[in-house]
């Protein structure tokens, strides 16, 4: 008897081809890839590296297939390479955290709007030792111009993640232009913040780094937070819904539908709230969805 040849669904298609002709892209950017073993339905993400290192996408794609049926399978990268992948046409939403990238990628005509969905915060990570003087420092600003006066060694990213760009940011309100012995650029820096912090560390230098990333790393490392709590420090994460106008074939309608999960209250916002609490004492990221906002106000 002739074996039945198996069909395969056209999203799975669009999703192989998609691995292969950003298979050389991702291995750079160590990617969390993940495809529907069976079933049609599901929603593709591209998301920044970090909160996929910390675990929550992971948490928010379970809790949410787990409810609804409708799987959830992202990529990896920094926030500039995934808006740039998401050009492509194959994607559904993405996740990010550098605001004026955002903007543009909704300018473009990519995006149909930005959503608030959670918070953590940004540090200023260095050596006990902390040889630039800026421990206790209330302002990051004063504290790069320290480290820059006193040329100590500081590690960046350097490939326009979410986090690289808000570094730059500050940089720029300090008036001055990283350069120098004393400014390294990570050359794996798009591999994400686990792998530069891990680097800086074993440098015993300085870095710019989400407090998520410093909780999950901290009992590997010798690096300390010695500035935090500035206002200019909040790293606010958003979700993006892929244009559906230039792109029809994306997963419109179950994207939205992830979308209203995961900024309802009583839903993901709650995941996003309790989320690290039991691991590290303190939660890694903070809701921050308009919804979420509101019942607060009630």
């Known amino acids: 008897m002739k074996k039945k040849e198996k069909v395969v669904h056209p999203r799975k298609k669009v999703v192989r081809t998609l691995f292969i002709l950003y298979l050389g892209l991702l291995l750079f950017l160590a990617p969390t890839l993940t495809f529907s073993a069976e079933g049609d339905k599901f929603v593709f993400l591209a998301s920044t590296i970090g909160p996929i290192d910390a675990g929550i996408v992971a948490a928010l794609e379970e809790a949410f297939e787990k409810e ?70 209330k302002t990051a600003t004063g504290a790069l111009k320290m480290i820059a006066d006193k040329g100590v060694l500081f590690i960046s990213r350097g490939d326009r993640s979410g986090t690289h760009v808000a570094e730059m940011e500050l940089w720029e309100k300090t008036g001055i232009k990283p350069d120098g012995a004393w400014y390294k650029i990570y050359e794996k820096g798009n591999e994400g913040n686990a792998a530069t912090l891990k680097f800086t560390d074993q440098k015993g230098a300085y870095t710019f780094m989400d407090r998520a990333t410093f909780l999950s790393l901290q009992k590997n490392i010798k690096l300390v937070i010695l500035v935090e709590k500035d206002e200019a420090l909040l790293n606010f994460i958003s979700l ?34 309790d989320f690290g609490k039991d691991k590290y004492g303190s939660p890694l990221f903070f809701p921050n969805s308009e919804e979420w906002q509101a019942a607060q106000k009630k």
Request: proline residues 7%.
């Open 68 to 137: 609804t049926g409708i799987r959830v399978r992202h990529v990896g990268a920094g926030t500039g390479e995934a808006l740039k992948i998401s050009q492509q046409g194959n994607i559904d939403l993405v996740m990010v955290h550098a605001r004026s990238l955002e903007e543009k990628f909704i300018q473009d005509g990519f995006g149909t709007k930005r959503l608030p969905l959670m918070y953590n915060d940004f540090v200023i990570l260095g050596p006990t030792a902390d040889p630039a003087g800026i421990k206790g420092l």
């Open 240 to 273: 993006i819904p892929v244009n559906p106008a230039k792109f029809p074939k994306i997963n419109y309608q179950d994207a939205m539908t992830f979308i209203s999960w995961l900024t309802a209250p009583d839903k993901g916002q709650m995941i996003i709230r």
